[in-house]
């Protein structure tokens, strides 16, 4: 297979793969395996709580401390809360739009 072939001869890529692909800009071979992602999370080592900052993503490993209120912001949106700990301190997680979430954790469990 050439790098200048078009992706729809990629096995697997049909018609509907190749319109969004070309809608990113990759046309051929080359570029599908030249286009890298914008961001990248690494969550391959864990971080503490007190190594993190304000607004952070990032993987941390703490016991679920309690689920604070679920709150409805605009327009019926609504924001959930959990406040966490390891040895190091604690924080407060903040999701939108995905109470079910909120059965998914257990005070003093492990997450």
Known sequence: ???????????????????LLNKIGIFTI??????????????????????CTNGEIALIEAVAMSILVDS???????????LVMDETGQAVITWFNQPYLKSKFQTRKKI
Not at 1 to 19: H, I, S
Not at 30 to 46: A, C, V
């Open 72 to 82: 409805r912001i605009s327009k019926g949106r609504t924001m959930q809360r959990l």
């Open 30 to 51: 080359k570029d599908l395996i030249t286009y890298y992602p914008r961001g990248y999370e690494d969550r391959s080592k864990p971080k503490n709580i007190c190594e």
């Open 1 to 19: 297979m050439d790098l200048t072939e078009d992706v729809k001869y990629v096995k697997g890529v049909g018609p509907n793969r190749v319109t």
